[in-house]
């Protein structure tokens, strides 16, 4: 079945560039997404990219898809204390029923 | 405004009971979704519905139920039979199984 990883916490100063990583497993992955998770609510998409595409920019925001090595990553430009969240990296694939799967999170601390 | 709305934000239930969460959606979506949060562990699956009169078990179906008689209400019914129900209940939605979910603010269930 899928699976995606992504590593727990990341800590970065204010105005530093935050980098989050994520792995999956599922070679026909057709969408990757990225969501944020601000304390006790939903899931807020920030941002999604298609398995056709290396890389999409939006304002801060810059996802490079890595489709050989199955590596997605979110960059956030300009990292500020109000983007201290969880992020989520989930795919949705023909294998999976098109049904999103999601990684664990990804803790982002941001320190004035 | 458009949107996916979970009622109640928070809920208590005494062991040996059922409880219904709500989940409606005004976006005309055809797909929707429950998941279960927990610290750590991500979003796992719980049901999920593409049409209406139609839902299929996610991975940990167990002590749940779910019905979609109308397109725009997908509730989950947490049953006694679920031995571990604490958790961040999220439900989501999308246009049809090959789109980006969007999500509600959750509910948080509370054993007692």
């Known amino acids: 079945g899928e699976d995606v990883e992504q590593s727990l916490f990341l800590s970065v100063r204010e105005g530093d560039s935050s980098v989050i990583n994520c792995t999956y497993t599922?070679?026909?992955?057709?969408?990757l997404y990225w969501y944020k998770q601000e304390p006790g609510a939903g899931l807020q998409l920030l941002t999604y990219?298609?398995?056709?595409?290396d890389m999409k920019q939006d304002q801060r925001l810059t996802v490079l898809l890595n489709k050989k090595d199955k590596h997605l990553s979110l960059r956030i430009a300009d990292t500020q204390t109000g983007d201290s969240a969880i992020y989520f990296c989930?795919?949705?694939?023909?294998?999976?029923?098109?049904?999103?799967?999601f990684g664990r999170g990804t803790s982002l601390i941001v320190h004035p | 405004d458009g949107g996916i709305t979970q009622s109640p934000k928070y809920l208590f239930r005494k062991e040996g009971q059922n409880v219904t969460l709500s989940c409606e959606q005004n976006l005309n979506h055809d797909a929707m979704y429950w998941y279960r949060q927990d610290p750590g562990q991500g979003l796992r699956l719980i049901y999920y519905?593409?049409?209406?009169?139609?839902?299929q078990k996610g991975d940990i179906a167990e002590g749940y139920s779910v019905s979609r008689e109308k397109k725009e209400s997908f509730p989950l019914t947490v049953t006694s039979a679920q031995k571990n129900p604490t958790a961040f209940y999220l439900c989501?939605?999308?246009?049809?199984?090959?789109?980006?979910?969007?999500f509600g603010q959750g509910t948080r269930l509370t054993v007692v």
């Open positions: 989930a795919e949705s694939s023909s294998g999976g029923s098109y049904i999103p799967t």
């Open positions: 519905s593409q049409i209406v009169n139609d839902f």
């Open positions: 989501a939605s999308s246009f049809d199984r090959n789109t980006e979910a969007f």
């Open positions: 990219i298609f398995s056709n595409m």
């Open positions: 599922d070679s026909s992955s057709t969408y």
